[in-house]
């Protein structure tokens, strides 16, 4: 579990993050959502630690974060997974010198072999397991996402977290890695927050959610509870969509619609 109590974060005079408190819950895909420049990748960055914010603190597993012992916050780092927005791959290494390059600087105790099949495990248990020989340039979009986050989870990580997954990818992609993000966090009780901004991503995997705006926590909930929000700006956003709209016309009025796969959407 990871508590964000009372983070503030300025750049000059201009006040990115006021007084943001939530808790992202073991075990579960914790989205944080809000539209363009809302402060969600500041908050990211105050979690990790890439950034120290002015006020407030952050707590992993009961251990404070902000403002302790470097030692203790490079133990807890140790245990953070990361899969950046344009996923982020080293271009001189192939598929496998990618995965396995946190655990040669975070594991020095791991053999040789040891590595070996932990890459190999990670990288078929993204659905990768012939691709270590190839370069970041031979793959598609979706296939770096996948790299990634096997890089990510590598060195057993506690905490993974995850920077507009689904950015530049064509939705039915994106759907299959919002999957994967989902098998991976409930398989190993991964606490995960994921920065998006995706209406399809919260209503597919949307565990916990907590909506900003204007660098305010306006709303937290479940992706069962969101369309029933009464909160006006996440309304805003939410309804901005004309399927999101017209889910929820159908299920306030038991009807039928058909989306463009040819699949109908019933209301209740």
């Given amino acids: 579990m990871i508590e964000v109590h009372n983070v503030h974060k ?7 993050l006021r007084g943001i408190t939530c808790t992202f819950e073991t075990g ?6 809000g539209g363009s420049g809302t402060g969600k990748s500041v908050l990211l960055k105050c979690i990790v630690g890439l950034l120290k914010p002015d006020i407030g603190s952050i707590t992993f ?24 927005q344009a996923s982020a791959l080293f271009d001189s290494m192939n598929v496998f010198e990618n995965v ?11 053999s040789k072999e040891e590595r070996r099949d932990r890459v190999e495990f990670c990288l078929k248990r993204v659905g990768l397991e012939n691709a270590g020989p190839k370069m970041p340039s031979e793959l598609s979009g979706g296939m770096k996402k996948r790299v990634g ?5 590598a060195p057993n990580c506690t905490y993974l977290f995850c920077d507009e997954p689904n950015s530049g990818l064509d939705p039915l992609t994106s759907i299959k890695i919002d999957e994967l993000i ?20 919260v209503v597919e995997i949307g565990d916990h959610i907590v909506f900003l705006h204007k660098g305010l926590k306006l709303w937290d909930g479940t992706k069962d509870e969101i369309l029933n929000a009464q909160v006006p700006e996440l309304k805003d956003f939410i309804f901005s ?28």
């Fill in 28 to 33: 579960k895909c914790n989205l944080v959502l």
């Fill in 61 to 84: 597993d009961g251990t404070i974060f902000t403002n302790n012992k470097i030692e203790i916050r490079q133990e807890i780092r140790k245990q953070i997974g990361m899969l950046f």
């Fill in 182 to 201: 989902y098998e991976i966090t409930h398989e190993y009780g991964i606490t995960t927050v994921i920065i998006t901004h995706d209406m399809n991503s």
């Fill in 241 to 268: 969509s004309s399927l999101v709209r017209a889910a929820k016309k159908v299920e306030q009025e038991g009807g039928t619609i058909e989306t463009n796969v040819g699949e109908p959407i019933q209301g209740e």
């Fill in 10 to 16: 300025s750049f000059g005079d201009s006040p990115i």
């Fill in 100 to 110: 396995e390059f946190p655990l040669r600087m975070l594991t020095p105790d791991m």
């Fill in 149 to 153: 986050i096997a890089r990510a989870i």
